[in-house]
């Protein structure tokens, strides 16, 4: 009975240390994005380019949807962890792509005045 019980531990441990490092992981992500955001907000305040900084605001609530999203991962149930993974990997990468193609814009602005 210990050596099952030492292997169910050894399974929840090993689980718990997978789920932070993948959490720490998108956390980083997550904070890059809003220190790139902050200067891109910045840059379109100075521009008075309102349709991007309401594009700025819809990103930045995305970023808060993903945290909650990691947040709930803590409480999600071990058969959907992979799932639930896939969705916030899916938003992270959707985000990365709207921020980059917002710094472009602004970037093609700035160039073309």
Known sequence: MTTTRARIEAVAAGVSAALKAYADSVTAQVQNGKATLDQL??????????????????????????????????????????????DID????????????????LKLQLSQE
């Open 90 to 105: 899916t938003d992270v990468a959707r985000l990365k792509a709207e921020i980059d193609e917002i710094g472009a814009k």
């Open 41 to 86: 907000e910045a840059q379109a305040k100075s521009e008075g380019a309102t349709a991007e900084l309401s594009v700025i605001e819809r990103l930045k609530a995305a970023q808060q949807n993903i945290s909650s999203k990691l947040q709930d991962l803590k409480a999600t149930h071990k058969s959907n962890i992979s799932r639930a993974q896939a």
